[in-house]
């Protein structure tokens, strides 16, 4: 008599990807969309067997793609190239709208599918639910996914199978997250008594001798809730391991049996040993001093004007090394702030010529020396971080753990970390030097180091504008007045209870500390220079000691009249991506024989945390 059997297998599913061809009618020149189908019901071959995605209702959730979804090229997060306008399933195939970004990368990835260069495109999905629904003839096992989300749309150059237009891009590594699915089926079996437990491994699928069931199935009554909770902490842990770029660890506390609690301290660990920096790309070439001797920006500058760099061949070799870092060509040519805080003291011992730069222990000291005479916020203590590539998430800890007296043998209440991220993406700087028929003329090394300086001025001065009141707006990055959280201080008159008002916001919201300082226009140091604390007790709000109510200040024209903004610049984050980008302008001082030098530099400005400052402004 035959005997109902229950197996149990272990499904470890990871990030997915299917590939498909765009159809070249569905661009549209004028709009820059291109309508493409991104999945459909084939079945294609997994290592557990035949993978069929539902596009019934309710089986594909499409939240994700609709809320400003990403178009990328080969599945890289930081290459993003347009956005999803829209997404649906029509008579069982996903379909998109996709817009092509106007930036450099953007019209170049538009001009190849318009041209059907690169007309395969892959999706990239998380299996939520999956169904085993027959085993064939061959004994190969049937799945269906009967909830599943697509979370991005790629264009791909190799498709792993451009004979039938689905399968995985080739380049796609196998370090997916992992999750843990468990599936059991109940199957009629009159030649075994048992049916061991069964692990596949990651290896085309192997026939079984059991017959197919007739019917999708189901685990059995009373495993749900555990299958749920189970589903539950992957989730979890996968979505903390995405967000602060910790795969490969989620990866593994799944599959260890780890318990969300346990990463989210694992999480926690990580954020404080990071200091919050963001990785980039080491942008130095180890230059020796007898290199930077050689290296001369007038000579690059000739040979950008002439076009013939027989003269500046070493200066053209850092340019192209640094271009093959970044994985861009330059405009003109590409120096690095390694070798322009080297250049004054490579070429001279002098003190005024940067022999004696002082050391400060931050990102970039090559570049933070660089910028501090001419910026007020670096000075302050604002982090800096160069040679970035693509954009930045920057994880930080919103909130912490609580706890709470309870009486005894009462249950405790459960609190955690919560997590956020800062994203940085690159905005340009641009701006001219101008360099006269004479100066042109001059090949010393004073030479460089004032059209350095000249240089480097001009980008302090625009940083700092960007740090402190950045609008946010268009290709401007948003500065500390406008960010979101930042303590609005009401002043009517300037005196000493409003002076402090700006302390007492931020220590209310726990983020005073030792650094924090005040920055002004030199006419409202005036004012607090002969405004007195109290009446006839000769003590003014700026202080004999250059200090106000005890912290550091700091003044500049770039802030707003009658403004203030007080708090901890080590909250603020610049970051600079690559290198500066140097062309020459040969038509604008034609007339004069002279030529504009002008400059180019990715950066963004973002905060930690708000509250770490107030900013006020008197009506």
Wanted: glycine content about 10%; hydrophobic content about 40%.
């Amino acid at each position: 008599m035959a005997k109902k059997k229950t197996s149990q297998k272990q499904l470890k599913l990871g990030n997915q990807f299917r590939t498909l061809t765009v159809v070249r009618e569905a661009i549209d020149e004028e709009a820059r969309t291109v309508e493409l189908s991104f999945s459909s019901e084939a079945p294609v071959e997994r290592w557990f067997g035949m993978e069929v995605l539902g596009h019934k209702s309710g089986e594909c959730d499409l939240s994700r793609l609709n809320n400003s979804g990403a178009f990328l090229m080969d599945h890289s997060v930081r290459d993003q190239r347009g956005a999803i306008e829209s997404a649906r399933i029509d008579k069982k195939v996903g379909r998109a709208i996709i817009k092509l970004s106007k930036s450099e990368r953007g019209e170049e990835l538009w001009n190849d599918i318009r041209d059907g260069i690169r007309p395969h495109i892959s999706v990239g999905y998380r299996i939520l639910e999956i169904v085993h629904t027959k085993r064939d003839e061959n004994g190969l096992d049937w799945y269906r996914a009967t909830k599943w989300q697509p979370y991005e749309i790629s264009s791909v150059s190799v498709p792993a199978d451009a004979t039938v237009g689905v399968g995985r891009s080739e380049d796609e590594g196998d370090e997916a997250t992992t999750f843990s699915i468990e599936l059991r089926e109940e199957f009629m079996d009159d030649e075994k008594e048992n049916t061991p437990e069964q692990t596949p491994e990651k290896t085309p699928a192997q026939t079984r001798s059991a017959p197919a069931p007739a019917a999708p199935v189901t685990a059995p009554v009373g495993d749900g809730d555990a299958i749920a909770v189970e589903r539950q902490r992957c989730q979890e842990i996968q979505a903390l391991g995405r967000q602060f770029g910790l795969e490969k660890e989620a990866a593994a506390a799944v599959e260890s049996g780890t318990t969300e609690d346990q990463f989210r301290a694992q999480v926690l660990k990580a954020v404080r040993e990071s200091s919050a920096s963001p990785a980039g790309t080491d942008m130095e070439l180890g230059l020796t001093d007898n290199d930077v001797r050689q290296y001369s920006l007038i000579n690059a500058v000739r040979a950008s004007i002439t076009g013939n760099w027989k003269k500046a061949g070493f200066e053209r070799e850092v340019s192209v090394a640094l271009a093959d870092k970044m994985g861009k060509d330059a405009r003109g040519f590409y120096v690095n702030y390694e070798l322009l805080g080297r250049l004054g003291r490579a070429q001279s011992t002098a003190a005024n010529q940067g022999g004696e730069l002082v050391a400060t222990e931050l990102w970039s000291s090559q570049f933070i020396d660089l910028l501090r005479p001419a910026s007020v916020a670096a000075g302050l203590g604002v982090r800096f971080a160069t040679g970035l590539v693509g954009n930045v998430d920057i994880p930080k800890m919103t909130s912490g753990a609580q706890f709470y007296w309870i009486d005894e043998d009462a249950d405790g209440t459960d609190s955690g970390a919560t997590f956020g991220v800062v994203k940085m993406s690159p905005k340009t700087i641009s701006g001219a030097v101008p360099i006269t028929r004479r100066l042109m003329q001059q090949s010393t090394p004073d030479i460089d180091l004032l059209i350095r300086d000249d240089m480097l001025r001009g980008l302090g001065l625009a940083v700092d504008k960007a740090i402190l009141l950045g609008s946010g707006v268009g290709a401007e990055p948003k500065g500390i007045k406008n960010h979101t959280g930042v303590h609005a201080v009401p002043v009517s008159a300037w005196d000493w209870p409003t002076i402090v008002k700006f302390e007492t916001e931020v220590a209310e919201a726990n983020a005073d500390a030792a650094s924090m300082a005040y920055v002004m226009r030199p006419t409202l140091r005036g004012t607090l220079k002969t405004t007195e604390k109290a009446a006839g007790t000769a003590k003014y709000l700026w202080g004999d000691d250059n200090r106000v109510n005890g912290y550091g200040s700091a003044v500049t024209t770039q802030m707003i009249a009658d403004a203030l903004l007080f708090g901890d610049f080590s909250q603020a984050l610049v970051g600079m991506w690559g290198a500066l980008d140097l062309t020459v302008d040969k038509a604008t001082k034609a007339a004069s024989g002279g030529t504009v030098l002008r400059v180019f530099q990715d950066a963004d400005v973002a905060l930690r945390h708000g509250a770490a400052f107030a900013y006020g402004e008197k009506v």
